[in-house]
């Protein structure tokens, strides 16, 4: 194990950051999708089942499926991780349209009047005072999306998008162990080191919100 | 695969692969793949709905264990499944003779994958029974295991089927990746056509396993409408809030927190 971790140093960090990076972008493209569309879906109420069901609708598609169709969508090549980037990003898009719809109504009728009188109007009020009340909710889709894309981008390795994915088919192939070890340990590593950024953050944004221990 | 980049040509090669005789019979044909991928789906789903029912309607009555709930739902879902898929083949591949190599690696990996989502969704549906109504149920002398039966699972029953579709969802996307552990199933089309460089047959098993989904999604769907009494449902809910509401405040649905319980696809 350890002879195979110095040997394949390399190719193990290179892969590690490509991992970083393909699970990571689609949750920020997500993101700043998903919260004009969510708005929208509350502000327009009878968008809201629509808007949701299109997206629940895509989530269905399981992410092998996904990956082999998007070039033939997109136009794009087989193995570029371009495929992998768009299907994350709808898969969490349709976590995180509904998790924004779900935060803005979460926001208290009073505190909407409270700045309402105060002068906060139209967008103003939006960025200052729902969106950042909302913050608790829509970190806990983030969550969500961030810690299962870990797991998604790894399946684009039966395409041979390069990431820690090849790790578990290089050691499925020459049926070895190290490879396997390595590429769950840093899976997990990464999944948890995501999920413990998005809860800093949180705390960050949403400082009057104690966010209690095991209240995923 | 230069020629992938023609869109043209490879959707008419698409359609060449589904349309030639050849791909819908004999072992390796689509009706065959189909029903090994629904046989090993519903052999999990049903496996880990008889271990996690049981538990969740358990934890969320006597709420002992609770912790459990949380702990294994987000420990779970950190773990790659490709990875856990690769390490029970080759832990379990040496230790099993004959036609099971490869189906018990794989199943085992599904059920442990979608106990999560039915535990957690049963446990919060028992957790989140009016305790009125639970208390009514005591009071009227029923015992804590009728309790059980007959209020808090009835009740629950929306959310413990939400928590079945969402590990059967799971499950489909899961035993598709399997196929590299040669398993059968439609996941054969995505990886042998990737090993012949075959992209037609890659972008057929993906249809049809994008296709399965969404029909058994839909399947439980219907399932779930006709299985909930109707006051359980947030149908009711609406109904009965339109009549009585100053404020139309949507109800909370049901459905709110599937994809949350679910996690992974």
């Known amino acids: 194990m350890i002879s195979w971790l110095r040997d394949n140093a390399g190719t193990v960090a290179s892969y590690f950051l490509q991992h970083v ?49 998007l070039p033939l969508i997109l136009g794009t090549q087989i193995l570029d991780p371009i495929n992998v980037v768009v299907a994350l990003t709808i898969y969490s898009l349709a976590l995180l349209v509904r998790t924004v719809a779900d935060g803005l109504g979460s926001v208290p009728g009073d505190v909407e009047q409270a700045a309402t009188a105060m002068g906060y109007t139209g967008f103003r009020r939006f960025f200052a005072v ?61 999944a948890l080191a995501l999920d413990g950024l998005i809860l800093v953050l949180t705390r960050l944004l949403a400082p009057w919100q104690r966010i209690a221990r095991g209240t995923s | 695969m230069a020629a992938h980049r023609e869109g043209d040509i490879v959707i008419s090669s698409v359609i060449g692969w589904f349309g030639n005789p ?13 029903l090994q991928h629904l046989e090993y789906s519903l052999a999990a789903l049903l496996i880990a709905a008889l271990i996690g029912i049981p538990l969740g309607l358990y934890i969320g009555h006597t709420g002992r264990g609770a912790f459990l709930v949380a702990g294994l739902a987000n420990s779970l879902r950190a773990l790659p499944s490709l990875g856990l898929l690769v390490v029970m083949a080759l832990l379990l591949g040496s230790r099993i003779h ?25 446990y919060s549906g028992v957790q989140g029974v009016d305790p009125a109504a639970r208390d009514a149920a005591y009071g009227m002398g029923m015992t804590g295991m009728s309790v059980l039966t007959k209020v808090e699972a009835p009740c629950a029953l929306p959310l ?67 299985v909930v009494p109707a006051g359980l449902t947030s149908r009711a809910q609406r109904r009965a809030s339109a009549v009585s509401a100053e404020r139309t405040e949507p109800e909370p649905d049901a459905e709110v927190g599937r994809e949350e319980l679910a996690g992974v696809r």
């Open chain 1, 21 to 69: 990076w393909l699970a990571t972008l689609p949750l920020v493209i997500a993101l700043v999708l998903a919260i004009p569309l969510g708005w929208v879906a509350r502000r327009y109420g009878w968008l809201h089942t629509p808007m949701i069901g299109l997206t629940g609708l895509l989530y269905t598609i399981p992410s092998l499926a996904l990956f082999v169709v």
């Open chain 2, 98 to 122: 004959g036609d099971l190599v490869y189906v018990i690696p794989s199943i085992l990996v599904l059920v442990v994958l979608a106990v999560p989502p039915i535990l957690a969704s049963t």
């Open chain 1, 130 to 190: 729902d969106l950042p009340v909302a913050v608790p909710v829509i970190a806990a889709g983030m969550r969500v999306a961030a810690v299962s894309n870990v797991s998604l981008v790894a399946v684009s390795a039966l395409l041979g998008v390069p990431q820690l994915g090849l790790l578990f088919t290089d050691g499925l192939n020459r049926d070895y162990f190290p490879p396997l070890v390595a590429g769950i340990v840093l899976c997990v590593l990464l």
């Open chain 2, 160 to 226: 413990i089927l939400s928590g079945v579709r969402s590990a059967m969802l799971q499950i489909i996307a899961t035993a598709t990746i399997a196929a590299i552990t040669s398993l059968g199933g439609l996941g054969r089309f995505i990886v042998d056509g990737q090993a012949v460089r075959d992209y037609a047959q890659m972008v057929g098993g993906s249809i049809l396993v994008a296709a399965l989904a969404i029909v058994v999604e839909a399947v439980l769907a219907l399932v779930q409408r006709l």
């Open chain 2, 22 to 34: 050849d791909n819908w019979t004999g072992d390796g044909g689509i009706p065959v793949r189909l």
